[in-house]
């Protein structure tokens, strides 16, 4: 049973995760608005962002339930516990983490862990992985997923690591059924802006290409 405050139809329908990391707290709520408004419904704080607990909790409170909000870069027991006293109704780790991620399935709460080679991958999907986060993904492409899914078809995967709106389709169909999306999305320098308009086409631009992606090729 996963953590109450953790949506899981919500997440099937758009397995979209925004990452937001190294900002300042005021970024937060405006950021959290946008997503919200241009489609996605999953963002996570990572752990190693200035005052990251409270970031989670302001997040937590300004989406009121609309959104899976998340803690990222989990790297220890401590800052498990820290982020989930903050909210945090998933977890998200950067590698395999055998400890956290056995906390995290004890305490039903879903866990992303971070992997790339085959051994890793398959490793974290037997700790109980909710998804694999497959990063970076970028690094090989759509064809190391397609390749990583033969063998391994039961593992979940969640492409992460230069994913765009243009090259999420393909990954899709070369078989990650979600994505994690870091600086395409929140780009540092249009958050120092404050231009949270474009954020919002942004993120709606990534939803629109998650919805492509499950039209079937002709």
């Known amino acids: 049973m996963t953590d109450p405050a953790f949506s899981a139809a919500r997440f099937a329908a758009m397995p979209l995760i ?21 489609g996605f419904t999953a963002l996570e704080i990572t752990m190693n962002s200035p005052g990251a607990a409270a970031q989670i909790r302001a997040a937590v409170a300004h989406s009121q339930g609309r959104m899976n909000i998340g803690a990222g870069t989990v790297t220890t027991l401590a800052e498990l516990d820290e982020a989930g006293a903050a ?7 950067p590698v395999i983490v055998p400890d956290v991620i056995g906390e995290c399935v004890r305490r039903g709460l879903p866990v992303f862990p971070g992997a790339f080679t085959p051994t890793e991958v398959h490793q974290a ?3 109980g ?3 694999v986060k497959l990063f970076p993904a970028h690094r090989l492409g759509p064809g190391y997923v397609r390749d990583l899914k ?4 039961s593992v979940r995967l969640l492409a992460t690591g230069g994913i765009t709106p243009e090259t999420l ?3 899709a169909r070369a ?14 320098e249009r958050l120092a802006a404050g231009d949270w308009e474009w954020l919002r086409k942004r993120a709606e631009s990534f ?9 079937p090729e002709g």
Request: proline residues 9%.
């Open 18 to 38: 925004a990452i937001l990391r190294g900002q300042p707290g005021r970024f937060v709520e405006p950021v959290v608005q946008a997503l919200f408004e241009g």
């Open 207 to 215: 939803c629109v290409a998650w919805k492509a992606s499950l039209a």
């Open 87 to 93: 909210g945090a109704s998933f977890i998200v780790t």
């Open 129 to 131: 992985a909710t998804m």
């Open 175 to 188: 078989g990650a059924e979600g994505f994690g999306v870091g600086s395409p999305l929140l780009a540092p």
């Open 125 to 127: 999907h037997r700790l």
């Open 150 to 153: 033969a063998p391994l078809s």
């Open 169 to 171: 389709p393909e990954y």
